[in-house]
């Protein structure tokens, strides 16, 4: 069956960086769109960036634009964030997710993919 497994959490402080991965098995991971979504306490889970089969086109939400980069390699199955000069309020467990699709797709809603990771806890202190 499919599985992603997410790592790379942890706590940090404010400013500090951090690398989380998504490693998936049991899928063509090449055929598959890739999403990472954060869900803070109390708040709705929300997509922090996707990116298309091939990497080639990516999205970011404007809370993490120019602080996280997302990147994929399909070689090894699995997906990147990057995330720099963190702040608190990146606070959240954070989730990788993933759709099946056309060579061009990405795809931004909660709703839109098929299959989830167990999440990882990102905490930043100030």
């Known amino acids: 069956q499919v599985q992603l497994v997410e790592s790379g959490g942890g706590l940090v402080q404010a400013g500090g960086s951090l690398r989380l991965s998504c490693a998936a098995s049991g899928l063509t991971f090449s055929n598959y769109a890739m999403g990472w979504f954060r869900q803070a306490p109390g708040k709705e889970r929300e997509v922090v960036g996707a990116l298309t089969r091939t990497g080639s086109s990516t999205y970011y939400a404007d809370s993490v634009k120019g602080r996280f980069t997302i990147s994929r390699d399909n070689a090894k199955n699995t997906v990147y964030l990057q995330m720099n000069s963190l702040k608190p309020e990146d606070t959240a467990v954070y989730y990788c997710?993933?759709?099946?699709?056309?060579?061009?797709?990405?795809?931004?809603?909660?709703?839109?993919?098929?299959?989830w990771g167990q999440g990882t806890q990102v905490t930043v202190s100030s």
């Open positions: 997710a993933a759709r099946q699709a056309f060579l061009y797709g990405i795809w931004l809603s909660v709703n839109d993919y098929n299959y």
